[in-house]
Nanobody, 121 residues
């Protein structure tokens, strides 16, 4: 099996920064695309940022210029550096990854359980 665990959430004042990490563990042969989503209370889960295995990134318009997604392929770890945080960034942040457990198997999508980020005004 494969597990994704997010770290780094917390409480911060507006204008502050947080760095989220997501560690993938288990039976991992390779990881393709990885990404971050977030879900605020009463709202749907939305994409925040994504990154391919080759390092190509994309961002939601609401976080462009403030958030940076990166990954360490050797450590199977995904990061999200969040700067200039706003109260509207308050949400549970989830990481996701497409993982292949064996060379003969297809990629399968996995999700972490999420980490809470709260930004006060």
């Amino acid at each position: 099996q494969v597990q994704l665990v997010e770290y780094g959430g917390g409480y911060v004042q507006a204008g502050g920064s947080l760095r989220l990490s997501c560690a993938a563990s288990g039976s991992i042969f390779s990881i393709d695309a990885m990404g971050w989503y977030r879900q605020a209370p009463g709202k749907q889960r939305d994409v925040v940022a994504g990154i391919t295995s080759g390092g190509t990134t994309n961002y939601a318009d609401s976080v462009k210029g403030r958030f940076t997604i990166s990954r360490d392929n050797a450590k199977n770890t995904l990061y999200l550096q969040m700067n200039s945080l706003k109260p509207e960034d308050t949400a549970v942040y989830y990481c996701t990854a497409d993982v292949k457990m064996n060379w003969g198997l297809p990629f399968k999508n996995y999700w972490g359980r999420g980490t809470q980020v709260t930004v006060s005004s």
